[in-house]
C-alpha cells in the first residue's frame, strides 16, 4: 500500500455513487479501483476510517469479505482514497444487498440469509467492528458459476474517535452486538421475513 504522487483528474463521467459523506469514482486508469473522496463533514469519519483499515492491516485480519483500503492519491477534487472496485465476473459494478433482496426471489433471498449469516460469523471470527452497516453498504458479488459473495464498502470500524474498544475484547463485542441488531432493525423495515432469520451477534 503507497501513496500514488501522480495527480488523478476527476470528472462526474466516473462518478458511480454517492453516500452521506462521500463520492465514489472509477479509478481511471485502474479497473479494480475506485476513489472516495469526503465532503467536508465527512472528513473525519474516513480518515477515522482509514487509520481502523490500517490496524486491520498490521494485525494481518482477513479481508474475505470487505473491499480493502488501498493507499490514498491526490485528485482534483482533493484527497482520494483507494478501495478494491467491487466487480461481477462480467465486469459490471456489483449491486448491493438491497437490490437483490427486493427480487423477492425465494431461492436468491435465502441465499443472501445464509450470506448475511457468514459476514456475522466472519466479524467475529475476525473480530472486526461495525458501524453502521446498511443494505447499501454490503455489495454482492457475482462470480461466473452465479455463486454470490459479500463484500462491505463501508461502515467499517467503531465510529470512536478512541480506539478503545479494538483492545477491550468484550466491549468491543458488545458494541458490534448493538450495531448488528440495529442493523437487523432496518432490514427489518423493509424486509421483515429477513431479518427474522438474522442471528443477534
Ligand atoms: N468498493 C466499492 N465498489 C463498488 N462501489 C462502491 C464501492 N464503495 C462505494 N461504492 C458506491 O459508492 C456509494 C457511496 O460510497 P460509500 O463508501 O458508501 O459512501 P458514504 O460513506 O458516503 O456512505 C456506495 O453506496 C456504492 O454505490
Ligand atoms: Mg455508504
Not at 2 to 30: F, M, S, V, W
Not at 47 to 66: D, P, Q, T, V, W
Not at 125 to 153: A, M, P, R, T, W
Request: glycine share 6%; net charge positive.
Amino acid at each position: 500500500m503507497a501513496t500514488q504522487n501522480t495527480h488523478i483528474t476527476l470528472n462526474e463521467h466516473l462518478l458511480i455513487g454517492e453516500g452521506r459523506n462521500r463520492k465514489c469514482y472509477l479509478h481511471p486508469k485502474d479497473l479494480n479501483l475506485c476513489i472516495k473522496v469526503s465532503s467536508k463533514r465527512g472528513l473525519r469519519s474516513a480518515k477515522r476510517e482509514i487509520n481502523y483499515f490500517k490496524r486491520l492491516h498490521k494485525r494481518g485480519k482477513s479481508f474475505a469479505m470487505i473491499a480493502d483500503y488501498m493507499g490514498e492519491i491526490q485528485t482534483s477534487e482533493g484527497r482520494g482514497d483507494l478501495y478494491q472496485l467491487i466487480r461481477d465476473h462480467d465486469g459490471s459494478i456489483s449491486k448491493n444487498l438491497e437490490y437483490y433482496l427486493s427480487l423477492q426471489n425465494a431461492s436468491i433471498t435465502a441465499t443472501m440469509i445464509m450470506l448475511i449469516d457468514n459476514l456475522r460469523k466472519y466479524l467475529i471470527e475476525e473480530y472486526i467492528l461495525i458501524s453502521d452497516l446498511d443494505l447499501d453498504n454490503i455489495l454482492v458479488q457475482k462470480d461466473v458459476f452465479g455463486n454470490f459473495k459479500l463484500l462491505v464498502i463501508d461502515g467499517i470500524g467503531d465510529n470512536n474517535q478512541i480506539p478503545l474498544l479494538e483492545y477491550i475484547k468484550p466491549l468491543g463485542m458488545k458494541r458490534s452486538a448493538r450495531k448488528w441488531s440495529f442493523f437487523k432493525t432496518l432490514v427489518a423495515k423493509d424486509f421483515p421475513d429477513v431479518a427474522k432469520e438474522m442471528k443477534e451477534f
